[in-house]
């Protein structure tokens, strides 16, 4: 399989270690508020990936954090060091406990996560129950003379880093930060690209998420719990590391300084997976243009959320993709149309010839190939539309897109238009519709269908 590696900026062959086994990292949400399917553009791609690597053979290890402390806000501004926790911020305004926002946020998220059949990581991990192995990692990096005292925290000391012929920033442009370059100055700081890595509690102010350390009461930065518990559940270098493109700038490069300084080994992540982001009509998306919509959001407007997994594939991960109504609708339809498909072909009689048996080979490996070539899923669906459209028989067909499903996750044999309760209005329906076709009307036969009995009785078991 080839990916992009944001690293090299290149497709790069993914070389499986001697193991055999496939560690990934995810960088998953902060449980302060409701996740919006522009973040879960990023937790598809990362389901994908792991569901496209075990459809080609290989075993996957996949992990997933979720940040529920020490992500402030002042990383809207482009400075993660300042401003206040999300968590706490979003319990002063709603009268909340932090503990609390992060357990109903973190139980939503893990909600929304199945309602688009993403599978669950092998781990999920909480910020909050890892403090430990942050604490002993930032212990580490003092040791090696990588971090430094000021009045609000422990920090990284990037001069000190580059000084031991390290690199720093190699997936952004990190490196050409100047002072100033970002909103807030902290003027203790030695270098404007310097981080945080323990901050301390306010004198004589007890904040709701604090723990002891042997720099004082304080809590962690943002960035060190990936390292931490990445590098516990996975070893200190594994192959793969995804997460959103916003992550490129500072989160990310930020990880790969503080473990390869703690470790000393290089490179702490082979290949680095970013996904674009997603648009609305065209332009970003934002609680104060109305337009951050979710998971729930998608249901209460009646649609099916595996139909916006549907739409996330219709785009390739590197690519910007744009949200509106229209393109949902145009999935849901295509879903539709898949599911009726897939549960029309399992009653067919059809046998399979050898020609047939070889066409199915090719549809399998256009498939697969679809997938090595950077997960090109706009190709893949592309070659199911393909089998589809195909005179393959339908029992085969249907067990073509059934394997094939193992990646698409849209749930194919687990949908039927089945009635529930079959009522004389149904039944006078679905007679006129037999009728019409018995007399090869079908034009009339398709109106019942769409506007009669599949609107009645049309539904996911």
């Given amino acids: 399989m080839q990916l992009f590696n944001s690293l090299t900026r290149k497709k790069e062959e993914l070389t499986l270690p001697k193991t055999g086994k496939v560690g990934m990292y995810t960088c998953g949400p902060t449980v302060y508020s409701t996740a919006t399917i522009g973040n879960f553009r990023t937790y598809i791609l990362s389901d994908l990936l792991a569901r496209s690597l075990r459809y080609l053979g290989s075993e996957v290890k996949h992990v997933m954090n979720l940040t529920d402390v020490g992500h402030l806000t002042g990383d809207n501004e482009g400075d993660a060091d300042t401003g206040e926790d999300r968590l706490v911020k979003a319990a002063k305004t709603t009268g909340k406990n932090a503990w609390d926002i992060a357990r109903e946020y973190a139980s939503e998220f893990m909600m929304h996560m199945e309602s688009i059949n993403i599978q669950k990581p092998d781990v999920v991990c909480k910020a909050t129950d890892h403090i430990k ?18 009045s609000d925290g422990i920090y990284f000391d990037t001069i000190a880093y580059e000084k031991m012929g390290n690199v720093y920033g190699q997936l952004s442009t990190l490196g050409e930060i100047k002072e100033g370059a970002r909103v807030e100055v902290n003027t ?50 594994f192959l793969l590391h995804v997460g959103g493109e916003d992550l490129r700038s500072t989160h990310h490069p930020n990880e790969i300084a503080q473990s390869e300084g703690a470790t000393g080994k290089k490179p702490f992540v082979k290949m680095w997976v970013h996904g674009a982001f997603l648009l609305v009509d065209g332009g970003r998306m934002g609680k104060s243009l109305g337009n951050a919509y979710t998971v729930e959001t998608i249901k209460t407007r009646g649609f099916d959320p595996l139909a916006l997994r549907y739409f996330y594939m219709t785009g390739h991960y590197r690519k910007q993709i744009n949200f509106t109504w229209e393109a949902l609708t145009a999935s849901a339809s295509a879903l539709d149309k898949l599911r009726r498909v897939y549960f029309e072909a399992g009653h067919s009689r059809d046998s399979l010839s050898p020609e047939k048996m070889g066409k199915i080979e090719n549809y399998l490996q256009s498939f697969r190939d679809a997938l090595a070539d950077d997960l090109d899923m706009p190709r893949a669906l592309a070659v199911v539309w393909e089998v589809v459209k195909s005179n393959i028989p339908g029992r085969d ?53 769409t506007n009669g009995v599949s609107r009645i009785v049309g539904k996911k078991s």
């Fill in 188 to 237: 203790e700081k030695k270098n404007a690209r310097d981080f945080a890595l323990w901050k301390f509690s306010p004198l004589g102010e007890r904040r709701q998420m604090e723990w002891e350390s042997p720099w004082g009461m304080g809590y962690p930065g943002w960035h060190i719990e990936c390292s931490a518990m990445s590098m516990k559940y996975l070893g200190e270098r």
């Fill in 397 to 449: 067909k249907q067990d073509l897109l059934a394997s094939m499903d193992q990646v698409l996750g849209l749930d194919l044999a687990f949908w039927s238009p089945a009635v529930t309760t079959v009522t004389e209005e149904v039944t006078e329906l679905l007679k006129k519709r037999e009728e019409a076709r018995a007399v090869k009307d079908f034009k009339l036969a398709e109106i019942e269908d």
């Fill in 133 to 150: 192995e942050q604490i002993e990692l930032i212990l580490k990096l003092e040791a090696r003379g990588y971090t430094y005292k000021i």
